[in-house]
């Protein structure tokens, strides 16, 4: 039962992480005008309204989430239940990766190694959505759930809702 409810709390925080329907330009306002994640975001440019789709094994110990945009741009993750570990993939437009993360789960919530030309990013999301983010830099970075109901997924990674479908 603790491995179910587990798996339900990562689904969901991973998902959640995920970006969704945003403009052509984002701007980074507020907090998050001097972000380090913008650097890491920087080539994800999803534009227009987002799918996401998921995908849980016959034996329920994996799970496969891809969130698409009608531009293009998608972001893919894979969980797998017994290891309490995945991957995430953000990809633009195009289809060129823009970063991997590895992803942990815990039971006060997920980190996420984000890795891109050769730098990394450590996101720690907490049960209640809140993110610390470590930097490249070591500078750390705190976001609270009300801080990131606002911010573009361009300047973040994160996003609102999405509807609920199949990605091509």
């Known amino acids: 039962m603790h491995s179910t409810t587990l798996f339900a709390v990562s689904l969901f925080v991973i998902v959640n992480a995920l970006p969704s329907t945003v403009s052509a330009r984002p701007r980074c306002t507020g907090v998050f005008a001097k972000s380090c994640l913008k650097q890491l975001f920087r080539c994800f440019t999803p534009a227009g309204s987002c799918t996401t789709e998921t995908e849980v094994s016959s034996d329920f110990l994996q799970t496969s ?62 049960g209640d959505g809140a993110l610390t983010v470590t930097c490249p830099n070591r500078k750390v ?7 990131l109901a606002g911010a573009q997924p361009g300047c973040t990674g994160r996003g609102g809702a999405c509807q609920t479908g199949s990605c091509p």
């Open 65 to 126: 989430v891809t969130t698409c945009w009608e531009n293009g741009a998608a972001t893919v993750s894979t969980f797998d239940v017994q290891t309490r570990t995945g991957t995430l993939a953000v990809t633009n437009a195009k289809g060129k990766v823009c970063a991997m993360a590895t992803v942990v789960s815990t039971e006060t919530g997920v980190e996420s190694t984000y890795v891109r030309k050769r730098r990394s990013w450590i996101i720690s999301t907490a």
């Open 141 to 147: 970075e705190t976001y609270s759930v009300e801080d």
